[in-house]
């Protein structure tokens, strides 16, 4: 049966997802630590093995064996270690601006520098000489191990000593665990939950940690609430001091590439290849697909039916709008698919300094364009090619020469209604039309005096201001004279 100790030490394990052996070995890095503490100094190289099943402990000192130095040499290196130690003592006097890195006690221990001469640090090293007075047979290279007497407790502080310890090597160790886990799902989508948001940096669960989502990863339009659980890019996974961290994306290209690889499973098994990609995050993404395969559409792979796979794809990026347009080996015609839904009237390439002219029809101008530049901007970082749109000049002089034509009341000319001369008419017929006309005057002028009869017979007690209907027949007649005569008078 397992001893209270050993049961411990494997609950440990089990509740932070740690290997027996890195534990035992942080609890015997911090026995030694606690001996050094309470028994040890600092010329000693400490190590102790802990035996968990009858918690016995076994202590010693580990020096690699060197060759002999001269007590000239000894002495010299004292002496620069002294100047050294005086050097360190005026820096701390010196403000914390100016103080270089502090180096590490164990190099403080070294006695001389390489490049004055040997060195010897008494606590990882002993002289051969020495060392063949402990034990017969030592050489150069070897390790000597002198053991230790063990105590038999330690001290208080000795025990806090070694619980800090424990407690810093567990949390490194698990920090490693978790490093090492999310290293390997770097580039890939995962889904989280939005803890909480700290200034301008989103907080976002991923299972065993939590990762952020800096401000130049964030989508603008985008709002996070606590609880809302979201798909995310992991962009970096690095360790730190404080542990790992993981940077998550939803502004990444990579992050609507790897959406279309888990819903469309012809770009899954590389059937359907995604050439290119342009994205202004939260507004618009083009996406140029390519297949080798002539029986599958690769556009409507995409789409899928009735738009269901883009469909989840927009939902999941927040409604943003995704234009799959076709990739071709052919620069202009990948150009004119790039600039869809515009239609484009031609293209003109300059290779040297991959620069396109996109000429469009002036109802097309603004297809082409987009709001603020946006469809052409994308356009231009999908292809590579710096790309300037600008109306068809001959189709405008042409459109202008229409508008003006129509303002003076004239039907432009077309080659399937070419003009027509206009017909002359016979006076004869222009006089029966206007005699016509008179009539219709006069029957006009019949229904008005019915009219006025009728309003005199309901305003008996009022005064009528109107004029007599035989002043307004007598007007009437006169006018239809005159047009008569004027009439004769330019047949004449």
Known sequence: MASEIEQAIRFVCEEKGLSYESVLETIETAMAAAYRKDYGNRQQNIHVKFDPSDGNIVAC?????????SAEELEAMADRQAERAAERAALEAAPEDARPRRRDEDEDDIIGDEEDGPTFNPKTEIM????????????????????????????????????????QKLREAEREIIYNEYKEHEGEVLIGTVQRREGRVVLVDIGKTAGVILPQDQVRTERYESGQRIKVYVREVSLGSRGPQICLSRSSTELVKALFDLEIPEIADEIVVIKAMAREPGARTKVAVHTDDES????GACIGQRGVRIQTIITEMGGEKIDIVEWSEDSKQFIENALSPAKISRVELNEEDMEAAIIVENDQLSL?????GQNVRLASELTGWKISVREDEDGEKASEEEVEEVEEGEEPASADHPEEPEATKDPVEETLEEAQEDAEIHDEVEDIEEKLEVVEES??????????????????????????EEVLEDNK
């Open 296 to 299: 599958i559409d690769p556009i």
């Open 368 to 372: 082409a364009i987009g709001r603020g």
């Open 128 to 167: 051969v000489s020495d060392a063949q007075v402990l034990k017969m047979g030592s050489k150069v290279g070897d390790e000597l191990k002198i053991d230790l007497p063990i105590p038999g407790e330690f001290g208080r502080m000795a025990a806090m000593t070694a619980k800090q310890v424990i407690t």
């Open 61 to 69: 000192d580990m020096k690699t064996i060197v060759e002999d130095i």
């Open 459 to 484: 305003e008996d007690t009022q005064e009528d201001p109107t004029p007599s209907v035989e002043e307004i027949k007598e007007d009437e007649e006169d006018e239809v004279e005159e047009e008569q």
